[in-house]
């Protein structure tokens, strides 16, 4: 049985201070492995600690106790300058807002993270391209965020999240902001997406139905996971 692309062990996370009676466990000894090329939906209430769950596996953030693996790598103890190429180089993040920058075009959104990558111009648009045309976004490559609407600047969120080609991908209520409908035509783009570049995820979302249609549900709830 291969190693799984993501395992996390023993993760805790805590806020404040036991001497002031202050201290909040958020999580409290999370084991999850995300396999390769495995989708994964975390199903968590509000305030469960998914965000920070997801932040701690993509490096934006440390556990104070706990080991995490990415590609068969330790992150723990890398130095800050490792952590940021794993995380720039391994992982694409998306989240319930789109957070594209108004001044640029669809396009140029995607391009941005593959430039400040060292990536050459000239292949960075053509990525960003073929990403936006896989998504059925080929006709809108120069709008700005402005001129589209909240399903495509979503569906462009996903291909900037994919544009350095990363190995996994976190999503946090990828579509939370979206009504039913566009939710459900937006998630069917994301899977598809995810699909056919082979990358494994870890998405998070409070809608049971679209959770039901990745490989595997997990629930976090009181710090902890468990498994359905």
Known sequence: ??????????????????????????????????????????????????????????????????????????????????????????????????????????????????????????????????????IGLSERVSHRPAALSGGEQQRVAFCRALANAPKLLLADEPTGNLDPDTSDRVFAALIELVRETGLSALIATHNLNLAQRMDRVVRLDHGRVSFE
Not at 32 to 52: M, N, Y
Not at 113 to 118: E, V, Y
């Open 1 to 134: 049985m291969s190693e799984p692309l993501l395992r996390l062990r023993g993760i805790e996370k805590y806020y404040g201070t036991k001497a002031r009676d202050t201290q909040v466990n958020v999580l409290r000894g999370v084991d999850l492995d995300v396999g390769h090329g495995e989708v994964v939906a975390l199903v968590a209430p509000s305030g469960a600690g998914k965000s920070t769950l997801l932040h701690i596996a993509g490096l934006l953030d440390t556990a104070d106790r706990g080991e995490i693996i990415l590609g068969g790598q330790t992150m723990v103890g890398l130095s800050d300058r490792k952590r940021t190429e794993a995380r720039r180089n391994d992982v694409g993040f998306v989240y319930q807002f789109h957070h594209l920058l108004p001044e640029f075009t669809a396009e140029e959104n995607v391009m941005l993270p593959q430039l400040a990558n060292g990536i050459a111009r000239t292949a960075a648009q053509t990525r960003a391209r073929s990403l936006l045309d896989t």
